[in-house]
């Protein structure tokens, strides 16, 4: 598989053929006997304020308008900042030909009769549109070998991660069984509590084990398992957990990949002090109707850097990029011994 790791030299390569192609059709259609005529005075100039324009478009369009618009889908918004960049065009070429060089040299590149705002637009559109095609073209072309590049990834991820779970299947099996062992009814008739800790860890085990084989998974089951995780914790430290876990809005059917919530909540009990009643960690869920948003803070609890350790970033930002490509926002932050995270995924 390709890898474009030097993009640059592709959008050069580009523009040579561009300026070349200009070139020859200018050589055929306005019959110039001799590439020299290209480097007469004034026409050099003229040529040179036409190509700042047009890779100033050809850039903006490709860095700016096409990820925020082309991305995210926005096709009727797409269309409107193109009618923008065709008139800030003829407005750029304006500056620089009949303003900065007519200061200088006293020539017009356009006629007296041409210069009115009608004309003047609509005959650099057809430039505008050259430029406008050409950068959607090549961002399209990127877009398309990054959207094979990452799916091609994830395939890898996911054999890796069917290899580990078949490695460590044995382990999960043999104590979710002996758990439903235990879980009988003469333990329910005598220690309902526990058979209940029994029974609430066996379906924690279960989740862990079967519904995380699956891409996606309902969120009303991922809550669930997050509550019986940060449950068996409050067991752990009874009243000394300092923990504040709460989840706003509304839950439906809706879906998210599966174990993702999990590593921000597993990462506040590991790395973060959560029994300590004057520096509470706080863990929220908030379900919108179109995203959800997961935020913790927790102070740090072991002397190393928080950040630099990576707590797993790179793996999860690898993998939310693979899954949303950008259109999702991943932040962490260490300040003051505490350590803050945010992921807003759509859903």
Known sequence: MIVFKSRWRYHALLGMLI??????????????????????????????????????????????????MLSRKRIIQYCLGVIILVFLYAGIRYLLEEVILYSITGLHNYGDNFRHFGYYV???????????????????FFRFVDH???????KIENKKAELRLLKSQLGPHFLFNTLNSFYSELLI??????AADIHRL?????????????DKIPLKKDLKFIADYIYFFQKRYEDNLAVDYQVNGNVTDQEIP?????????????????NDTSARANI?????????????KNKIATSEKYVAQ??????????????????????????????????KIPL
């Open 19 to 68: 300026i070349i192609m200009d070139m020859y059709g200018d050589y055929i259609y306005k019959q110039k006997a001799n590439w020299t005529d290209y480097f007469e005075y004034p026409i050099f100039l003229f040529g040179i304020t036409m190509y700042i324009t047009f890779f100033s478009i050809y850039v903006i369009n490709y860095k700016i308008l096409c990820p925020l």
């Open 122 to 140: 609509f005959d650099n559109s057809y430039y505008a549109s050259k430029s406008l095609l050409f950068s959607t073209a090549i961002y399209l």
């Open 148 to 154: 094979k590049e990452a799916i091609h990834q994830l």
């Open 189 to 194: 008739e005598s220690q309902p509590k526990i």
């Open 202 to 214: 066996s379906d924690l085990l279960r989740f862990v084990t079967y519904e995380t084989q699956q």
């Open 258 to 274: 599966a174990m993702l919530l999990i590593h921000f909540i597993e990462n506040v009990f590991k790395h973060g002090i959560v």
């Open 284 to 296: 929220t869920i908030t379900i919108h109707p179109n995203a959800i948003e997961i935020s913790t």
């Open 310 to 343: 990576g707590i797993g970033y790179a793996s999860i930002h690898k993998r939310l990029t693979a899954l949303f490509k950008n259109d999702f926002i991943l932040s962490r932050k260490e300040e003051k011994s505490y350590f803050e995270a945010y992921l």
